[in-house]
């Protein structure tokens, strides 16, 4: 029978380090500006710059001028975010 080393207390998963401090919104993408950044009109009204994140931009998806997104703002900085889901 094997033994089981002690690695430490488990780690966070990856979902609840990014979901702590940040506001999870909708919106429109207005304009695509260089660097894969864009301009959002939320829902709730403010423009807002985002860029693209995580596994969106490893699988390299497309995100256009007119489609619907899912952003992720940091309570630090509301001006700015990342695009994690486009519907």
Do not use: C, W
């Not at 609840?16 to 401090?21: C, F, G, N, V, Y």
């Not at 500006?33 to 497309?62: C, S, W």
């Not at 995100?63 to 990342?82: A, C, F, M, N, Q």
């Amino acid at each position: 029978m094997a033994r089981r080393r002690f690695t430490g207390p488990p780690k966070p998963r990856r979902d609840e380090e990014t979901t702590q401090d940040t506001i999870r919104t909708e919106g429109v993408v207005l304009e695509a500006r260089p660097n894969t950044t864009f301009l959002v009109q939320l829902d709730a009204g403010p423009e807002i710059l985002a860029h693209v994140g995580g596994k969106m931009r490893r699988h390299y998806i497309r995100i256009l001028p007119g489609d619907r997104v899912v952003i992720e703002i940091s309570t630090y900085d509301p001006e700015k975010g990342r695009i994690v889901y486009r519907k």
